[in-house]
């Protein structure tokens, strides 16, 4: 039996970082650990790219690893700059070159939720401009008298308890910790003492990608996600396809999962998840009186529009929510007893459903524990307006006798 050749001089370094990472800190998959040492190891060429990944680390609860992951990127990462409090402007200063540190953010729960999120919008935009090079801010310099630019291009890691805004995750690799069970163990981590082992680790990785700055800025790398995730996952994977050995592929396999981990988490926007619920709510409808759509969104299990807000889902704010996809009321003539109210026809929904939903989950459409079932007819086709759009009654109709 021969001995096996030993891997490439990259496939190597990130072998001993996989190590290294696995010693301190338990992620809740083979393929998060992958994705973080590949993070880590992109952050040492962040000269040879176009997007800068970020890195959200969150957790349900305390006491789930978060700080020590930290510690570990902090100690293998390049020019690692953390922080937990820092103002926007001093952050603006820090970054300020083309070859930027790396940025690390504790308690970034504290910093974009509850009432200190609005106060924090300029940060919150630094970190997403920043994610692709060449969006620098433009302020002016009173002292200088004069405009400046100042450069936000930098990757950054982010950690915390829930998520963090959804334009920021848009634009991150997404490890999701847990707290550790009795039998999972890990090494205790003290910086003075194992401080020194992590150093040698980034040396190593700054010496072999800096090495190759001109391989990775012509890198086109095969990648097997689009748009926005296919920016942000590829630094790794062209990090990945330099080391060789079995990485290209654990790269490829680390991004499909926890990219389809991310978009399955259900955490969207008031207005995505609003247009969600309008498509489970309309079943087969073709139109639906705005005040039946109200009532019907607020009896869905687990959404959050009957407390909405503090008050529930009012007409004014469903409007405001849906003119950003360009879907408004309408004046529709309905079957007896509705008439002429306003109302929402299923086709100024269709193109954005189709643009922004993931696809509908293949249950029964309910309203709490009752099946929907609609009273389904068509106008006259000689009305002027309608033609032969279906109306919709959504009880049974009863006339004067009370009979159906």
Known sequence: MTDLPPPPEGA??????????????????????????????????????????????????KRCGKSRFLDVIDGTCYRPL???????????????????????????????????????????????????????????????????????????????IGSMPDTIEDRAVVIKMRRRTASEKVAPFRQRRDGPALRQVAADLNAWLRGNMVELEAAVPAMPLEDRAADTWEPLIAVADLAGANWPDRARTAALALNAAREGDGEYSDRLRLLIDCRTVFGDLEAIPSTVLLDRLKTLPEAPWAEFNGTGLTAMKLGVLLREYEIASENIRFAAPVGRVKGFHRAAFTDAWERYCPAPDPVEVTSGDKPYQPYQADVPAAHPRYGLLHAVRLEPYQDEAGTA
């Not at 973080?36 to 969150?58: D, E, G, M, N, S």
């Not at 402007?89 to 790396?102: L, M, N």
Request: charged share 20%; proline share 5%.
């Open 82 to 160: 953390m922080t937990v409090n820092a103002s926007t402007p001093a952050i603006y200063r820090s970054i300020g070159t083309d070859d930027p540190p790396t940025i690390l953010l504790d308690e970034a729960d504290t910093i974009f939720g509850g009432k200190q999120a609005e106060a924090n919008e300029d940060l919150r935009g630094l970190l997403n401009a920043g994610h692709q090079r060449g969006r620098p801010t433009i302020r002016w310099n009173q002292q200088k008298q004069q405009v400046e630019q100042i450069q936000t291009f930098a990757m950054a890691a982010l950690a915390g």
């Open 12 to 61: 190597a370094i990130l072998d001993r970082l996989h190590a290294t990472l696995t010693r301190y800190v338990i992620l809740p998959s083979a393929e998060a650990i992958d994705a973080a040492v590949l993070w880590i190891a992109a952050t040492h060429a962040q000269p040879a790219w176009t997007y800068a990944a970020r890195l959200v680390i969150k957790a349900p609860e």
